[in-house]
């Protein structure tokens, strides 16, 4: 016997026939004796939706933000998995399976106030434990929690992900089960290379780098929260048979295990191949080369939330004036402009140039710590397909390289094959 938390997304849920599917899924793994807890997501489109209600409202007349009360938006989005939550126990019982809601509050799942986009902080697992002992299955709803002003907060977009990893943290559940519409992690998006293959494993820092860069099987958040609570996260698919075979085998479950990366004994040099769209590039031509001017960029930038990415500076020839190229997201670029405008003087640039739809793609594994050659080689792959860099940076276990948008599918079915990842 074990303790398992199931986490079933949106589409997984999208209709009541699915919900029902869902309870086949969780009796399967009730009957085999374990102690369940589920965590479910919003019917999917339903946060889209509550979301366009809130945007549509009238703003508060007078204020000068163009922003609604967050703590109203919460309110409004979290009854998306409200709703589920409690369809699911239904379906449940109906299964002669002893089964209750949970709402965030009422476990209760604490978080702090960034309403919107809160985090969790603490976790209150002692009632559900207790109950999931005396056999019954707690239904909870994902993305959802309460704050310390004792409102609602809701985790940001595909929270119920990171739900379900705190959850398993805190009742020390031996695994978390993330049902999704796909049957696992694969080695890159199989829409764009039809040989990707479903990986076996994948370790946590892996996956992180995998989920940061737009592999939207996970949220980001709960990666890095199995990550260091050491949730071994099973990533598999909902729409199976709940009871063909080999569904409840509890070692081996179908799907792509996250785990430690001690834990994968043939560790391949690389892993996957990512890739984010909509990048775009901006530089500040013939920079003044002294202390702070980093800082007098990049720190107003910060101040207005734009995310920069890939940072390139160049030497300085004759150490008096630099060039310092960076990413930032499409959307960013005008925003951005207008910052780097704004601070013109401040900073002490010629001229800012930019470019978008450009594109990133990153070659990840651990196994490049170890490795020499790796980045060598995707550099020659692609310089054989005529595709060429725009800029280049690395980490211990990533290589991402930008490029020109239109060779984005070609650079990554070119260097899914160059690494041998293709499945044969
Ligand atoms: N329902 C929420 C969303 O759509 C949370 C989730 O599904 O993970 O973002
Ligand atoms: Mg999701």
């Known amino acids: 016997m074990a303790r398992i938390v199931m986490k079933f997304g949106g589409t997984s849920v999208a209709d009541l026939d699915r919900i029902k599917?869902?309870?086949?899924?969780?009796k399967r793994e009730v009957d085999a004796g374990h102690e369940v807890a589920v965590v479910v997501s919003a019917m999917s489109g339903k946060t889209n939706e509550l979301v366009g209600w809130v945007q549509n409202m009238p703003k508060v007349v007078g204020a000068n933000s163009p922003f609604y009360d967050a703590r109203e938006y919460d309110a409004v989005v979290a009854s998306g998995e409200q709703v589920t939550a409690g369809l699911l126990a239904i379906a449940l019982q109906a299964m002669d399976i002893n089964a209750r809601s949970w709402q965030g509050w009422q476990i209760s799942i604490r978080t702090d106030n960034a309403h919107g986009a809160a985090r969790i902080q603490e976790i209150d697992g002692a009632d559900i434990v207790k109950?999931?002992?005396?056999?019954?299955?707690?239904?909870?709803?994902?993305?959802?929690?309460?704050?310390?002003?004792?409102?609602?907060?809701?985790?940001?977009?595909?929270?119920?992900?990171?739900?379900?990893?705190?959850?398993?943290?805190?009742?020390?559940?031996?695994?978390?089960?993330?049902?999704?519409?796909?049957?696992?992690?694969?080695?890159?998006?199989?829409?764009?290379v039809p040989q990707a293959r479903r990986l076996k494993k994948i370790a946590f820092e892996e996956m992180l780098e995998m989920a940061s860069l737009g592999a939207k099987v996970l949220q980001v958040r709960s990666v890095e929260l199995a990550m260091v609570h050491k949730v071994r996260t099973f990533v598999r698919s909902s729409f199976e048979d709940p009871d063909a075979p080999g569904m409840g085998d509890f070692l081996n479950p179908p799907g792509?295990?996250?785990?430690?990366?001690?834990?994968?004994?043939?560790?391949?040099?690389?892993?996957?191949?990512?890739?984010a769209k909509?990048?775009?590039?901006?530089?500040?031509?013939?920079l003044a080369d002294r202390p702070g001017v980093s800082a007098a960029i990049f720190g107003p930038l910060a101040e207005s939330h734009i995310n920069v990415d890939m940072i390139v500076q160049n030497i300085s020839e004759d150490g008096s004036k630099t060039d310092m190229t960076f990413t930032v997201p499409s959307g960013d670029v005008d925003k951005a402009i207008k910052v780097l405008g704004d601070n013109k003087e401040k900073i002490g640039y010629d001229v800012v140039q930019n470019e978008?739809?450009?594109?990133?793609?990153?070659?990840?594994?651990?196994g490049m710590r170890s490795h020499a050659g790796v980045a060598a080689t995707a550099?020659?792959?692609?310089?054989?397909?005529?595709?060429?860099?725009k800029a280049i940076t690395t980490s211990e276990i990533k290589i991402s390289i930008l490029i020109d948008g239109p060779y984005a599918e070609l650079a990554v079915r070119t260097l899914h094959s160059c690494y041998g990842l293709d499945k044969n």
């Open 21 to 26: 599917n869902v309870a086949r899924h969780v």
């Open 131 to 192: 109950r999931m002992g005396e056999g019954q299955v707690a239904v909870i709803a994902g993305f959802q929690g309460i704050g310390p002003d004792n409102r609602i907060a809701t985790l940001g977009r595909g929270g119920s992900d990171t739900s379900a990893v705190a959850v398993a943290a805190a009742v020390k559940a031996d695994r978390c089960d993330i049902y999704t519409d796909v049957d696992g992690v694969y080695t890159t998006d199989p829409r764009i």
């Open 256 to 275: 792509t295990l996250i785990c430690d990366e001690d834990e994968i004994v043939e560790q391949e040099v690389v892993t996957g191949i990512a890739y």
């Open 278 to 286: 909509d990048e775009a590039q901006i530089s500040l031509r013939r």
């Open 356 to 366: 978008s739809g450009l594109v990133k793609v990153s070659v990840i594994g651990i």
């Open 379 to 389: 550099f020659k792959a692609l310089a054989d397909k005529g595709i060429n860099i």
